[in-house]
């Protein structure tokens, strides 16, 4: 669920028949009657069950069109202009309320994905570790994106890598396993080695971990 235009989130709208602050919704993927889309991602409409329109309409729906039904008050975004959408029951788009906070905060995440996606083409050369960890960390991004930040890794050469991924959780065990390759063959490559009772990183050649002072002779 992307929403291009955050803006609107903060849009107050009040219904003209009961004065309430109207319900920011997702709008439905079609506009039944014509079949075209609204335009909108979202929608506002007055969900008061004792608005006057909503109340009004069962009897007036009944008499004219003799099938049970009512209206709810909506208007798009950026507009005042009245829209009635015909509903069934009082339930219709109670369940597609959207919290325009936690939209905001999704937009904002995409907004730094976006920015992560464009900044990894040129990580090497600015040496810059946090596109490339930001990428493989988000759960909620692009997974092949994520894959593609993997190899950075090790082009990067940073072992300030390898504690933030080695304390997150992944969903993709898959994402798991390629960072899991890489961390070994980074570590190498610097000449260190993570110890195997505390993983802590330490020197390739310590007997002993000078963290948790147990011995590495066995191995
Ligand atoms: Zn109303
Ligand atoms: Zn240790």
Known sequence: MLYSDPTYLDEIHTCPYCKEKMSCCEAPPIHIGDGLGWGSEILFICLNDECSLFVEGWKSIEERYCHH?????????????????????????????????????????????????????????????????LLILDEAANLSDRKKAIPYLLELNNLACIDPIRNHTFRHAELE???????????????????????????????????????????
Do not use: W
């Open 69 to 133: 039904a009512s209206y709810r008050y909506m208007e798009l975004p950026g507009s005042k202009e009245s829209n009635l959408m015909m509903v069934a029951s009082k339930d219709a788009y109670t369940g597609s309320i959207v919290d325009p906070q936690a939209l905001k905060k999704q937009n904002e995440r995409y907004r730094k994905e976006q920015q992560a996606v464009k900044d990894l083409a040129t990580c090497v050369q600015d040496n810059n570790l946090d596109p490339v960890l």
């Open 177 to 219: 396993m390629a960072c899991n390759q890489i961390i070994p063959q980074l570590l190498k490559v610097n000449f260190k080695k993570e110890c195997p009772h505390c993983l802590e990183i330490i020197k390739a050649q310590a007997k002993k971990c000078p963290h948790c002072k147990e011995s590495l002779e066995t191995t």
